[in-house]
């Protein structure tokens, strides 16, 4: 079994709570809050950012050009194409994207994103690629399912961020999450199993933000004493 074989494994029940999530239900299904969208909005903005410093430390550790290529494709995707899911939301929620960018993080993003900067600072590539992988395979695999249900529909005004994430491979937008297991797989066999256990415990806990972050989004889980989020008063802004 490959390492990426065995965390898919240990992921997968975390992935199954995930596709039961009512927030995604809801994206299958064409009806979500406006709250529950300028919310997931204004938090994945932020981090997404944070991914962005994960990507660049990684590619700064890569020693082949072939991890190269890979964390390349996942910063130009970042960069140029998730966007659009997120005007998709904006646009369902009748508010303008630039409105929500800036805001604080709420003590999930905070955590999660802690999470992953702690491997900056102490670990070595496969640990970073661990923290990060969650991320995109879960969307990818979120796409498809909902591709395969059925849910990518004309009349379902989430079309777009389905067939966003959904595994296409004649679409230059796809992203490029599952090379992310190859790089796993080749740097696996450097470390001990102890050593092993540890960078799939770190995948694991991204696999649980993951959760939690789309249950904050729909439940809109904020600082309870601190100043939080601040969503937009006029909802039917044009969207842009």
């Not at 239900?25 to 909005?41: C, E, N, P, T």
């Not at 230059?172 to 599952?178: A, C, G, K, R």
């Not at 540890?198 to 249950?215: A, G, H, I, P, T």
Request: with cysteine; glycine share 4%.
């Amino acid at each position: 079994m490959t390492f990426s074989t065995e965390l898919i494994e240990a992921g997968t029940p975390v992935l199954n709570h995930i596709m039961a999530h009512p927030f995604v239900k809801g994206i299958g299904d064409g009806k979500l809050s406006k709250q529950a969208l300028m919310f997931y909005v204004i938090q994945d903005y932020n981090y997404l950012n944070e991914f962005l410093h994960s990507d660049a430390v990684a590619l700064l550790k890569s020693t082949s050009r072939e991890d190269m290529q890979i964390i390349s494709q996942q910063i130009d995707f970042l960069l140029n194409s998730e966007s659009e899911a997120h005007r998709n939301f904006c646009e369902v929620a009748g508010t303008s994207y630039a409105s929500l960018q800036g805001q604080p993080m709420t003590p999930t993003t905070k955590l999660y994103t802690n999470h992953m900067l702690e491997t900056l600072k102490s670990g070595d590539l496969i640990d970073i690629i661990a923290a990060m992988t969650p991320c995109p395979w879960t969307y990818g695999e979120i796409g498809d399912r909902l591709v395969e249900q059925g849910k990518n529909t004309a009349d379902n005004v989430f079309t777009p961020w389905i067939e966003l994430y959904a595994n296409d491979d004649d679409a230059d937008e796809t992203p490029e999450q599952f090379p992310f297991f190859d790089i796993l797989d080749r740097e696996a066999p450097k470390y001990s199993r102890e050593r092993l256990d540890q960078v799939k415990r770190s995948f694991l806990e991204s696999c649980e933000f993951e959760w939690d972050f789309w249950e904050q989004s729909f439940y809109q889980k904020d600082w309870q004493f601190l100043p939080g989020v601040v969503l937009p008063v006029n909802t039917a802004a044009k969207a842009k």
